[in-house]
């Protein structure tokens, strides 16, 4: 292994033309140590299957991702995210992955009231987080950028996740901090001082911020370097507030999808180096 990728995780997403084997045998191939998988083409490709192949190779499994949705006032429909929420902590648990990913949901149709929607997502993780620790799986609140509230995530700052987190012990839920969508705000040093004090980063994941946004606000995030994020600094305070895990590099970007994976892969690693080491 390379030793200045000692901490990098390239995310399944990144290069998602890659097959799970074919993701495997690149990062094994460069020195890279782990990998963040989705649910999906875990599911397709078979979870024991998976966990098997990141054995083999001798890949570290940094996250998975997604649970959440839990804002849904339906109690069928609640009812039904939680058992998907406890499918996906199963699924960690074979991957052998200590970090699901939540993204909490956006306002159910002809919603307005933004903060009740909030506290569903404390409520489902009440029932959700005892689970989890008995399979040593973290519940990891990430929040997204305020464009996604309506739609996807009414979780928007790491002080709302935050506030969400402590109501639980640390070793059951923690939050991302993914720096494309906490970049803008100027509350974040602090927050991250906070959410380290207690324990509480579960992941760090790295993307750019380009402006125009190539692809619209879900498939626009830039390789890193292209963009106005300051990722060292992002680094620098993850790494002061006591976070030395896995990098995670997520980057849903179709340029991207359609180049040679080999290629991005080895940019990436470069662009790790230049710009958060």
Not at 58 to 73: D, E, K, M, N
Not at 149 to 162: E, F, I, K, M
């Amino acid at each position: 292994m390379t030793g200045d990728l000692v901490r990098l995780s390239i995310n399944q997403e990144t290069i998602k033309q890659w097959s799970l084997p074919e993701l495997a045998d690149g990062c094994a191939r460069l020195g890279v140590p782990g990998v963040g998988l989705w649910r999906a083409p875990v599911q397709e490709y078979g979870v024991e299957r998976a966990a098997r192949l990141m054995r083999e190779t001798g890949l570290l499994v940094t996250s998975l991702c997604r649970g959440g949705f839990f804002t849904a006032t339906d109690p069928a429909a609640r009812r039904t995210a939680l058992d998907d929420n406890r499918a996906a902590i199963d699924e960690a648990a074979v991957l052998q992955t200590d970090t699901l990913v939540l993204v909490s949901g956006g306002l159910p149709s002809g919603d307005r009231d933004i903060a009740a929607a909030r506290e569903r997502v404390g409520d489902a993780l009440a029932e959700l987080a005892p689970y989890a620790a008995e399979r040593s799986v973290r519940l990891a609140i990430e929040p997204l950028h305020p464009m996604y509230a309506s739609d996807r995530c009414v979780v928007s700052t790491l002080g709302q996740a935050l506030d969400i987190a402590e109501r639980f012990p640390a070793e059951q839920v923690g939050v991302v901090v993914d720096t494309y969508h906490l970049w803008w705000d100027d509350r974040v040093p602090a927050q991250i001082v906070r959410a380290g004090a207690a324990g509480r980063i579960a992941s760090f994941q790295l993307a750019d911020w380009v402006t125009p946004l190539p692809e619209g606000v879900l498939l626009g995030r830039g390789q890193l370097g292209d963009g106005c994020v300051d990722l060292r600094r992002f680094r620098e305070q993850v790494d002061a507030a006591g976070f030395f895990g896995a990098m995670e590099v997520e980057i849903f970007n179709p340029a991207l999808w359609a180049r040679d994976g080999a290629e991005v892969l080895a940019e990436i690693a470069g662009r790790y180096r230049e710009h958060v080491l």
